[in-house]
Nanobody, 123 residues
């Protein structure tokens, strides 16, 4: 049984920070890249970040570049998304996603999804 569980979402003021966590069980964690996506109702789910199996490389959407960081702790099967200088348009449901080790970061390559954690940024 594979489980993917996000946590850390909440309400913040514009300019604030949040750290999201994603705890994974039931698989060999370092066989996978870890990604974060977000979605607003009525919109497509968009990629936010992706990090390689060993944390050696990461990739970010242009709209969060310079404000967000991602990391992972393979010893504890956990991935993180550190968000700073949050803006109202960062408001979304944030999803943790598990992808094959060498597949390009893409919704189409996601093997497992978390349930999502809501991030709301007020002005």
């Amino acid at each position: 049984q594979v489980t993917v569980a996000e946590s850390g979402g909440g309400l913040v003021l514009s300019g604030g920070s949040l750290r999201l966590s994603c705890s994974v069980s039931g698989l060999i964690f370092d066989n996978y890249a870890m990604a974060w996506f977000r979605q607003v109702p009525g919109k497509e789910r968009e990629g936010v970040s992706c990090i390689t199996w060993n944390g050696g490389e990461s990739q970010f959407a242009d709209c969060v570049q310079g404000r967000f960081a991602t990391s992972r702790d393979n010893a504890n099967n956990t991935a993180y998304l550190q968000m700073k200088d949050l803006k109202p348009n960062d408001t979304a449901m944030y999803y943790c996603a598990v992808q094959p080790k060498y597949a390009p970061c893409s919704r189409s390559n996601v093997e497992y999804w978390g349930r999502g954690t809501q991030v709301t940024v007020s002005s």
